[in-house]
Nanobody, 124 residues
Framework: QVQLVESGGGLVQAGGSLRLSCAAS????????MGWFRQAPGKEREFVSG????????HYADSVKGRFTISGDNAKNTVYLEMNSLKPEDTASYYC?????????????????WGQGTQVTVSS
């Protein structure tokens, strides 16, 4: 079993920045992917970004490209999401995810492990 613990959410004004962290513990794998989904009130949970641990390739939703950056620290089994130029529409609960096999997938049912979520609120 893999446990994911997010941190770094909070309240920020539009145009501001936040950095989310997600530490993985428990069973680890040599070939896996990690990423982030988000869910706003009344909306479907959606893919935000993912990173393939083997090759380090990154993927982003169109809505966050150029503003968010995902990175990972393999030694710490930690993934980060640097969020810049935040907009009120980025307000959501952000969930860290992990899956065996390195490919990033935008479909939420492809991710085996989920964190509890951290709230990000962007005020206008």
């Amino acid at each position: 079993q893999v446990q994911l613990v997010e941190s770094g959410g909070g309240l920020v004004q539009a145009g501001g920045s936040l950095r989310l962290s997600c530490a993985a513990s428990g069973r680890t794998f040599s070939n896996y992917a990690m990423g982030w989904f988000r869910q706003a009130p009344g909306k479907e949970r959606e893919f935000v970004s993912g990173i393939s641990w083997g090759g380090g390739s990154t993927h982003y939703a169109d809505s966050v490209k150029g503003r968010f950056t995902i990175s990972g620290d393999n030694a710490k089994n930690t993934v980060y999401l640097e969020m810049n130029s935040l907009k009120p529409e980025d307000t959501a609960s952000y969930y860290c995810v992990a899956k065996i096999a390195s490919g990033v997938d935008v479909r939420k049912d492809r991710w085996s492990y989920w964190g509890q979520g951290t709230q990000v609120t962007v005020s206008s």
